[in-house]
């Protein structure tokens, strides 16, 4: 258990709609990432946040969106859903963005979109 | 866009027995972290090794690294089932974490009883 936590555990979408997940990070921790995992993949980057401000972005379009709250816990939003954005969605809290390679991982939120 | 790429994309072994499986990433990068997941959930972190560093240990863990050929192993000594689980190597390039991690696509790795 890494006291990071996400909801919800599962969710199924249809194409074209909005989802919004949720992370809440280890406690104190104020750095948080966002990974996108297709089955069969490895996690691919979608961004991070820091102190409430988006730190860094990987390949990723737009319509992936995200937010970070004054108290740390953070939400990713994905509009006009695709079938591709089926995944496993992880999140990841850091103690300090100095410390960022220190990644506590969620369990993760499992996105189907139909 | 996968950095790396683990071989092999899966091994099964016996209980009991070594299992090492290995890493091939692109760019230069400044550290190299070995993560387990169990069947499609969080990850968890087991080593990092830095760019300047040619070997590490921990407990049942041993982790290389190359740099000259762009690729790192992990070994797991003396395994047991509860090591089922699929292990994904990441790196990073420095820059404060503005491009996160880069994971490869894993080694599914099945300890048998």
């Known amino acids: 258990e890494t006291g990071v936590t996400q909801s919800p555990t599962h969710l199924i979408k249809t194409r074209g709609q909005q989802v919004t997940l949720r992370c809440s990070s280890q406690s104190g921790h104020n750095t948080v990432s966002w990974y996108q995992q297709a089955l069969g993949q490895g996690p691919q980057f979608i961004f991070q946040y820091y102190r409430e401000e988006e730190n860094g972005r990987g390949n990723f379009p737009p319509r992936f969106s995200g937010l970070q709250f004054p108290n740390y816990s953070s939400e990713l939003n994905v509009n006009a859903l695709e079938l591709d954005d089926s995944a496993l969605y992880l999140c990841?809290?850091?103690?300090?963005?100095?410390?960022?390679?220190?990644?506590?991982f969620g369990p993760g939120t499992r996105l189907t979109v139909l | 866009s996968q950095q790396g790429e683990e071989d092999p994309q899966a091994l099964s072994i016996q209980e009991g027995e070594n299992a090492t499986m290995n890493c091939s990433y692109k760019t230069s990068i400044n550290n190299l972290q070995w993560y387990r997941q169990n069947s499609g959930r969080g990850l968890v972190h087991l080593i990092l090794i830095r760019s300047n560093e040619r070997e590490k240990h921990s407990g049942r863990l041993r982790v290389t690294l190359d740099t000259s050929k762009k690729s790192s192993s992990l070994l797991i000594t003396a395994s047991r089932a509860a090591d089922t689980a699929s292990y994904f190597c990441a790196t990073d390039a420095g820059g404060g974490g503005a491009d996160g991690l880069t994971f490869g696509k894993g080694t599914h790795l099945i300890i048998q009883p």
């Open positions: 990841a809290s850091s103690l300090e963005r100095e410390r960022w390679l220190e990644q506590f």
